[in-house]
């Protein structure tokens, strides 16, 4: 059976709380029956193991975001460490340099503790990286391991490439239906197809022809239908090829 992936989204923010098992009815509806939950924080990350119990294909991955860097405590990091055998990756993690760019050293620090905390426990790990291309590229050079994704990617067509070298791979948001959206519909049509992801982060980036609505884990259907278009290939043979690679990257084992 084939079907889409959500990749990355945030359906375990408040305003999807009240209307949860509807919003997930909708994605069923789309053929979307797999998505990987990002986790912020504690309470995140213990809301979404609650509804893991009852949706089971909802995978779960957890790290600090960058712009909370401040108030990441010791005792924070500790906790992420000891629930991280319950994740299929550490994320979204990594640097945002967008609003503030005074706090540059606090972000990789603490960017480059979840790498290693990834690392010691072998999981893959989800990068969030805004303004702040090059201090990504090299921290994630240095300090990760093997499987590394790239939420979101808007970044140059040259940084995709510095990125496929090192092995990693490419995820796309609703950004790629957007008109305007130049370079990442030139990466889409660049990436290797075995290293290609795709995403809502939902509730935002919403794609066409939802764009200006909140966005929903079942609009990933819409950035796969796009990208296949885009490459001139069959939705269900990229949708195949999609279940495959997100397999290969949380190292599943059927």
């Keep these: 059976m084939s079907y889409w992936i959500d990749s990355h989204c945030h359906i375990n923010e408040e ?11 909708i994605a ?14 504690k309470e995140e990350y213990l809301y979404t193991l609650q509804k893991q119990q009852q949706y089971p294909f909802l995978d779960i991955s957890f790290g600090y975001f960058p712009e909370d860097a401040d108030h990441v405590t010791d005792e924070d990091l500790q906790y992420l460490e000891s629930v991280v055998d319950s994740l299929v990756a550490v994320g979204e993690i990594g640097l945002d ?9 606090v972000q990789k620090q603490l960017f480059i503790k979840q ?38 990617f808007s970044e140059s067509n040259e940084m995709m490439k510095q990125y496929l070298k090192l092995g990693y791979y490419i995820s796309f948001s609703g950004v790629v239906t957007f008109n305007n959206a130049t370079e990442p519909k030139k990466n889409a049509k660049e990436v290797p197809l075995d290293k290609m992801m795709i995403e809502t982060d939902c509730p935002y980036l919403t794609p066409v022809p939802f764009r200006g609505q909140m966005n929903q884990t079942a609009y990933v259907r819409y950035v796969g239908e796009h990208i296949a ?20 990257f949380f190292d599943e084992k059927d």
């Design 115 to 152: 790498l290693e905390i990834a690392k010691r426990h072998n999981k893959p790990v989800i990068i969030h990286s805004r303004d702040a291309a090059k201090d990504t590229y090299d921290i994630l050079k240095e300090y990760a391991g093997d499987k590394v994704l790239m939420h979101c």
């Design 15 to 25: 305003r999807y709380k009240k209307d949860f098992d509807n919003f997930l009815s």
């Design 97 to 105: 340099y967008h609003w503030d760019d005074t706090k540059k050293d």
């Design 229 to 248: 278009q885009l490459k001139d290939m069959d939705p269900q043979q990229l949708m195949e090829q999609l279940m495959e690679n997100y397999r290969r």
């Design 28 to 41: 069923k509806q789309n053929n979307v029956l797999r998505n990987n939950v990002i986790c912020l924080n």
